[in-house]
Each structure stands twice: as C-alpha cells, then as structure tokens.
C-alpha cells in the first residue's frame, strides 16, 4: 500500500480531527462538499510492487510504502463530491493551478453557486496545498461566508473523492480503445465521470464516521482507506 509520508504531528492532527467528526451524523456530512485535484496521464505509471502477504495485512507497516506528491504531465482535473450531487468535471488547462485561478476558475464559478444552494450549512473540504491556502483566497471565502473544514495534513485516505478519482482512473483505463492522446484522455475522463453511479458516491462518504473510528483505532496512523 502507497501512502503519504506521516510524523508525529501528522498523528497528532488527524486524531484530534477523528475525535472532532467521530459523532457527526449523516445530516452533517450531507453539508460537505468534498474537493480537490487529481492528475491522469495518457499512459499511467501505478507504482505498484507485488508482494505475498496474508490476507488482511494491507495496512500492516511492514507493507506501506509512503510516497511524495505526484508526477508532472499529463491531465489535471477538478472535482467534488457531495451526497446526491457532484460538481462537473473541470479541466484545468495553461499551466499550473494557482491561488488566482483556483478562486476565478472554481470557487466562484463552481462552488460558490452549490454552497449558495445549501445555504448556512455549507461546508468545503479541500485540503491543504498551497493555492487552497493563499490569502486571496481566505479573503473570497471571509467575502462569500463559506465554511471551510479544518483539514489534517496528509490525510487523502480521509478523504472519499480519492476512492472516485481512483474509480474514474479505472474505468478510463479499462476503455477499449485506450485514450492514445491528452485529447482523448480529457474527453474520455468526462464521459466517465458523469457515468460514476451516485449511489457508489454517497456509500462512500456514507463510511465517514467508520473513517473516523479507523483512524482513532490506529491512533493517526495509516488506514486501510
């Protein structure tokens, strides 16, 4: 299993952000708006190395493998996923995705009109990159009243739009013909996208409270997710 680099203060956080959301009920959870980003390539390296291991030792530390950050290149798309509803799938094209453009290009376009629709309760999960954290972008969210979530450094296995990214790469690389160009890929994502049943979106954010309790089992160590 590939996970992210954890030290003690990443423990720390990510159990005192469990003990923080153990208890919340479906109702709650209905409120997020789960996001971030996700990078695909024409022809994806998985970094998997096989080994033999007995069943259910995944997670076991023996067998992680932590990893840094992602590869350049390819497609990087925006998402976001909420109890019977997801944000369209936007590609973000020119460049690198910076403080300016995520405000321009997806909060005030994308989010700010669903957090508008939920009203009071909204709130945002994104995580912790640079651009989600730049000032301009704090100012946006102070000027529209939109609620962010506290979110634990290094936490994807929290975070339920990974088991979606993960799901659209698979559907993508099960396609026959394979995408061959950045321009098939981004309209094979698309397509796919839309075809991700809702019913497997709601199951999974529908698993945040065992999420929670997973991770206070462990004490803010590596989860199975």
């Excluded at 069943?55 to 350049?72: I, K, L, M, Q, W």
């Excluded at 909060?107 to 309760?121: F, H």
């Excluded at 009243?145 to 659209?168: F, K, Q, T, Y």
Aim: proline share 6%; hydrophobic share 35%.
């Amino acid at each position: 299993m590939v996970c992210v680099r954890l030290t003690s203060r990443h423990h720390r956080d990510r159990r005192e952000w469990a003990t923080e959301h153990v208890n919340w009920r479906r109702n709650e959870w209905s409120n997020v708006l789960f996001s971030n980003e996700s990078r695909f390539s024409v022809h994806p390296n998985n970094r998997r190395i096989f080994i033999w291991r007995e069943r259910g030792s995944r997670n076991t530390p023996a067998f992680v493998h932590e990893s840094v950050s992602f590869d350049s290149g390819g497609v990087l798309m925006y998402g976001g996923i909420s109890i019977d509803w997801r944000t369209d799938l936007y590609i973000i094209r020119d460049g690198a995705l910076t403080a300016r453009r995520y405000r321009d290009e997806i909060l005030r376009p994308i989010v700010a009109p669903y957090a508008a629709t939920i009203g009071d309760d909204f709130i945002l999960m994104d995580d912790n990159c640079r651009p989600h954290r730049a000032n301009l972008v704090e100012d946006f969210f102070f000027e529209e009243g939109i609620v962010r979530m506290e979110w634990p450094a290094c936490s994807p296995d929290m975070n339920p739009i990974e088991h979606v990214w993960d799901a659209l790469g698979r559907r993508v690389a099960g396609r026959q013909p394979h995408p061959q160009t950045l321009q098939e890929l981004e309209k094979a994502l698309l397509e796919e996208w839309d075809r991700i049943p809702q019913l497997v979106i709601n199951s999974l954010i529908d698993s945040m409270p065992q999420r929670c309790s997973t991770l206070l089992a462990v004490r803010g160590n590596h989860t199975p997710y």
